[in-house]
């Protein structure tokens, strides 16, 4: 991971200069933030085209609800759903994340032009899906994860959720690493919302210094959620509508830009192409020696012994409970 900046780069993937903007396609009738608008085909390729017109980087094409509560489509109405999409985008020259939990999912949206691969179970929901990615060379995100949002998954208990969240995230970077993905290709994420209380959420934000000290680019997915709106509105008053915590999620966006984060994933692109270019402008303005650097959490790796460490120059271009069914970890 570059020295200067922290955020590091991801092989297989264009550089960027400054933290990128992930913006979000859902082709799901029931997502929690958009509430099917592009469902259609020919809509999520014009959504996708238009987030790129205000600033994404790259897009995020996903076609199952990860919501609380959420019922799993069958694997022929995900490949429908996404593939279309993926292939549209992608002969319009985008770069593409697939957002998907299976194998067969991503290995047929990288063979219509993806680029990444999302998967939220960081390669547990599907034993395929590691040896799928790591036969195809492209880079993963490994995202904390504890099980599908049903049940008492939707509740996490921590003692300590930065020491606990670091540790089962290296335990599974260690995992997708023996599985043949190479280190330069493997991105973090800590799964804000996914069985996690908006304390926990807040607490990994102030955080990610020791996230980074993983060694690895470090995704954060802060889109409308939960805890946003449990911050906009106070303990007693009731949440606003996922579609008006965008203003909120810019000001994450520009939090975890300036903490070093490799990329944010947002739904509303415009907001926080301006808040990481602002990250930027000030992080250039400190000047070289006094960039974001990761600090070592205890029992993870320092930037220097970390799998997929490099030092190459930075690139160019009491306890709040969800209740159950709530859009807290959705996608």
Not at 138 to 145: L, T
Request: proline residues 8%.
């Amino acid at each position: 991971m570059s020295k200067q900046s922290g955020r590091g780069r991801v092989a297989g993937l264009p550089e960027w200069d400054r933290c990128a903007v992930m913006g979000v396609v859902n082709v799901t009738p029931d997502s929690f933030s958009d509430g099917g608008r592009w469902f259609d085909t020919t809509a999520a390729v014009k959504h996708g085209l238009a987030l790129v017109e205000e600033g994404a980087d790259l897009v995020d094409v996903g076609g199952e609800s990860t919501r609380p509560g959420a019922s799993r489509v069958d694997e022929d109405e995900e490949l429908r759903r996404v593939i279309p999409v993926v292939r549209g985008l992608a002969s319009e020259g985008v770069t593409i994340s697939v957002d998907t939990m299976r194998a067969t999912v991503a290995e047929q949206a990288l063979a219509a032009g993806a680029a990444l691969v999302n998967d939220v179970s960081g390669g547990l929901a599907d034993p395929a899906m590691i040896p799928v990615v790591a036969d195809s060379g492209a880079p993963f995100v490994v995202m904390h994860w504890r099980g599908f949002l049903a049940g008492g998954n939707v509740k996490g208990v921590y003692a300590d959720v930065v020491a606990e969240v670091v540790d089962e995230l290296h335990a599974r970077v260690e995992a997708v690493l023996a599985g043949g993905i190479a280190p330069d290709r493997v991105v973090v994420d800590p799964g804000l919302g996914f069985s996690k209380d908006a304390e926990h959420d807040l607490v990994l934000l102030a955080h990610l210094d020791r996230l980074l000290a993983l060694g690895h680019p470090l995704l954060v997915a802060a889109s409308r959620k939960r805890f946003l709106g449990r911050v906009l509105a106070g303990p007693e008053a009731t949440p606003p509508p996922a579609r008006e915590r965008d203003a909120a999620t810019a000001a994450v966006s520009a939090l975890a830009a300036q903490a070093g984060a490799w990329a944010v994933r947002v739904h509303e692109v415009r907001a926080t192409a301006d808040a990481v270019r602002v990250a930027r402008a000030v992080e250039g303005a400190r000047g070289p020696d006094h960039a974001p650097s990761p600090n070592q959490p205890s029992g993870a790796h320092t930037t220097s012994d970390a799998p997929g460490a490099t030092t190459e120059p930075p690139a160019h271009t009491p306890t709040h409970t969800p209740p159950a069914g709530s859009p807290e970890g959705a996608r």
